[in-house]
């Protein structure tokens, strides 16, 4: 039977310190699930000590009863560290079976909901970002509440995909004929490759669009806090060229997550990319001793086929090219009316 409604409860943080010390054990305890709250949360707490942190940033728990150290959902409404709105995201460590029960989902929403409304304004909420049974629910909800209606299309619909030491397929990389490479951390004299990559990434991620100037800004970040990789090209006459980058900007104890891949346009089809990327899980995998390396990656995206050659699979257990039509890690953002909202980025 599902918990009463009235049991149900809603807990609101404005500080990300008592959040973390709340849930922290959950989030340790299901790091993948949690993977974009949990590296954001503690990069809150830091930003916080130092005086940092901007005031947009919101928490909700929504517990069952007694379960408040172990809520059934968290909510986060936040800016990243460029000062950025971010989507709404939601977790949970809850199986896929649960989340997908109306009786037991609907409720529990309609709290968190009903608490979003109360706290923030509701051009804040311009997109939403969680496994698709939350975001579509959430979506329906909110529109009901505000009155204002979603995108018709989504913003992005995703499979998690996940590379262990098990998985992992460690093959010799090979030659571009008469050119070399190499793969590594990116460095100060790349900024304006780097940022040229990022401005092309996000071009191919509307409606969250970056400036020359936003992408040089978020390339100068990447590069100072040492979390993009770039492959070089090296031709005999040539100026050495970046190829692709790959961008690693959550990580907790156990996981890090992928969140940006692209490639110069002029090195398609050289499998560039799929170096730079086993190359990178590599060293998170083996040096770094990450248990998972986890990425979202679209549902009709090409580049699956990339992660599959590099030991990517989707939480079932299949391969990333079999799996478009599995409900299991199937994560979707869906956005709301962008003549009534304020759009952010991520």
């Known amino acids: 039977m599902p918990i009463a409604t009235t049991q149900i409860e809603t807990r609101v943080f404005r500080s990300a310190v008592p959040l ?16 974009i709250i949990y590296p954001q949360t ?4 830091r930003q916080e000590i130092d005086g940092t942190l901007g005031d947009d940033n919101l928490w909700i728990t929504c517990s069952s009863g007694a379960q408040v150290s172990a809520p059934d959902l968290v909510l986060s409404c936040n800016e990243d560290s ?40 509701r051009t804040r909420v311009f997109s939403v970002f969680a496994v698709a049974p939350i975001t579509i629910a959430f979506s329906q909800l909110w529109t009901e509440k505000t009155g204002i209606p979603r995108e018709l299309q ?13 998985s992992f397929r460690n093959k010799q990389f090979t030659i571009l004929g008469d050119t070399s490479y190499d793969l590594r951390l990116a460095e100060r004299n ?45 031709r005999p006459g040539a ?3 970046i190829a692709s980058i790959v961008a690693v900007t959550r990580e907790s104890a156990s996981v890090s997550a992928i969140t940006k891949v692209f490639t110069n346009p002029r090195w398609r089809g050289k499998r560039c990319a799929e170096r ?9 995998l ?33 391969a990333l090219c079999d799996d478009q039509g599995s409900n299991e890690g199937h994560w979707l953002e869906l956005g709301f009316d962008r003549e009534q909202v304020v759009l952010g980025h991520w």
């Open 154 to 166: 989504p913003y992005y619909s995703a499979t998690y995909a996940r590379c262990t030491k098990q």
């Open 239 to 241: 100026k050495e060229e």
């Open 276 to 284: 730079l990327v086993r190359y990178v899980t590599k060293i998170l």
């Open 20 to 35: 973390l010390n709340a849930c922290q054990p959950l989030f340790k305890g299901s790091p993948e699930q949690y993977n």
């Open 286 to 318: 083996y040096k770094h001793n990450k248990e998972a390396v986890v990425l979202y990656v679209g549902r009709e995206n090409a580049a699956r086929k990339v992660y599959q050659r590099v030991g990517f699979t989707a939480p079932s257990g299949q």
């Open 190 to 234: 790349d900024v304006d490759a780097v940022s040229d990559l990022c401005h092309g990434f996000a071009l191919t991620s509307p409606p969250f669009i970056l400036t020359p100037q936003k992408a040089c800004e978020e390339a100068e970040f990447l590069i100072n806090h040492k979390q993009v990789w770039v492959h070089t090209i090296n």
């Open 82 to 121: 460029h000062g950025n709105k971010l989507p709404i995201f939601i977790a949970s460590s809850l199986p896929m079976a649960t989340l997908s029960n109306t009786d037991f989902l609907m409720p529990r929403l309609q709290r968190l909901v009903a608490t979003l409304y109360d706290e923030i304004s």
């Open 42 to 45: 503690a990069q809150a707490v």
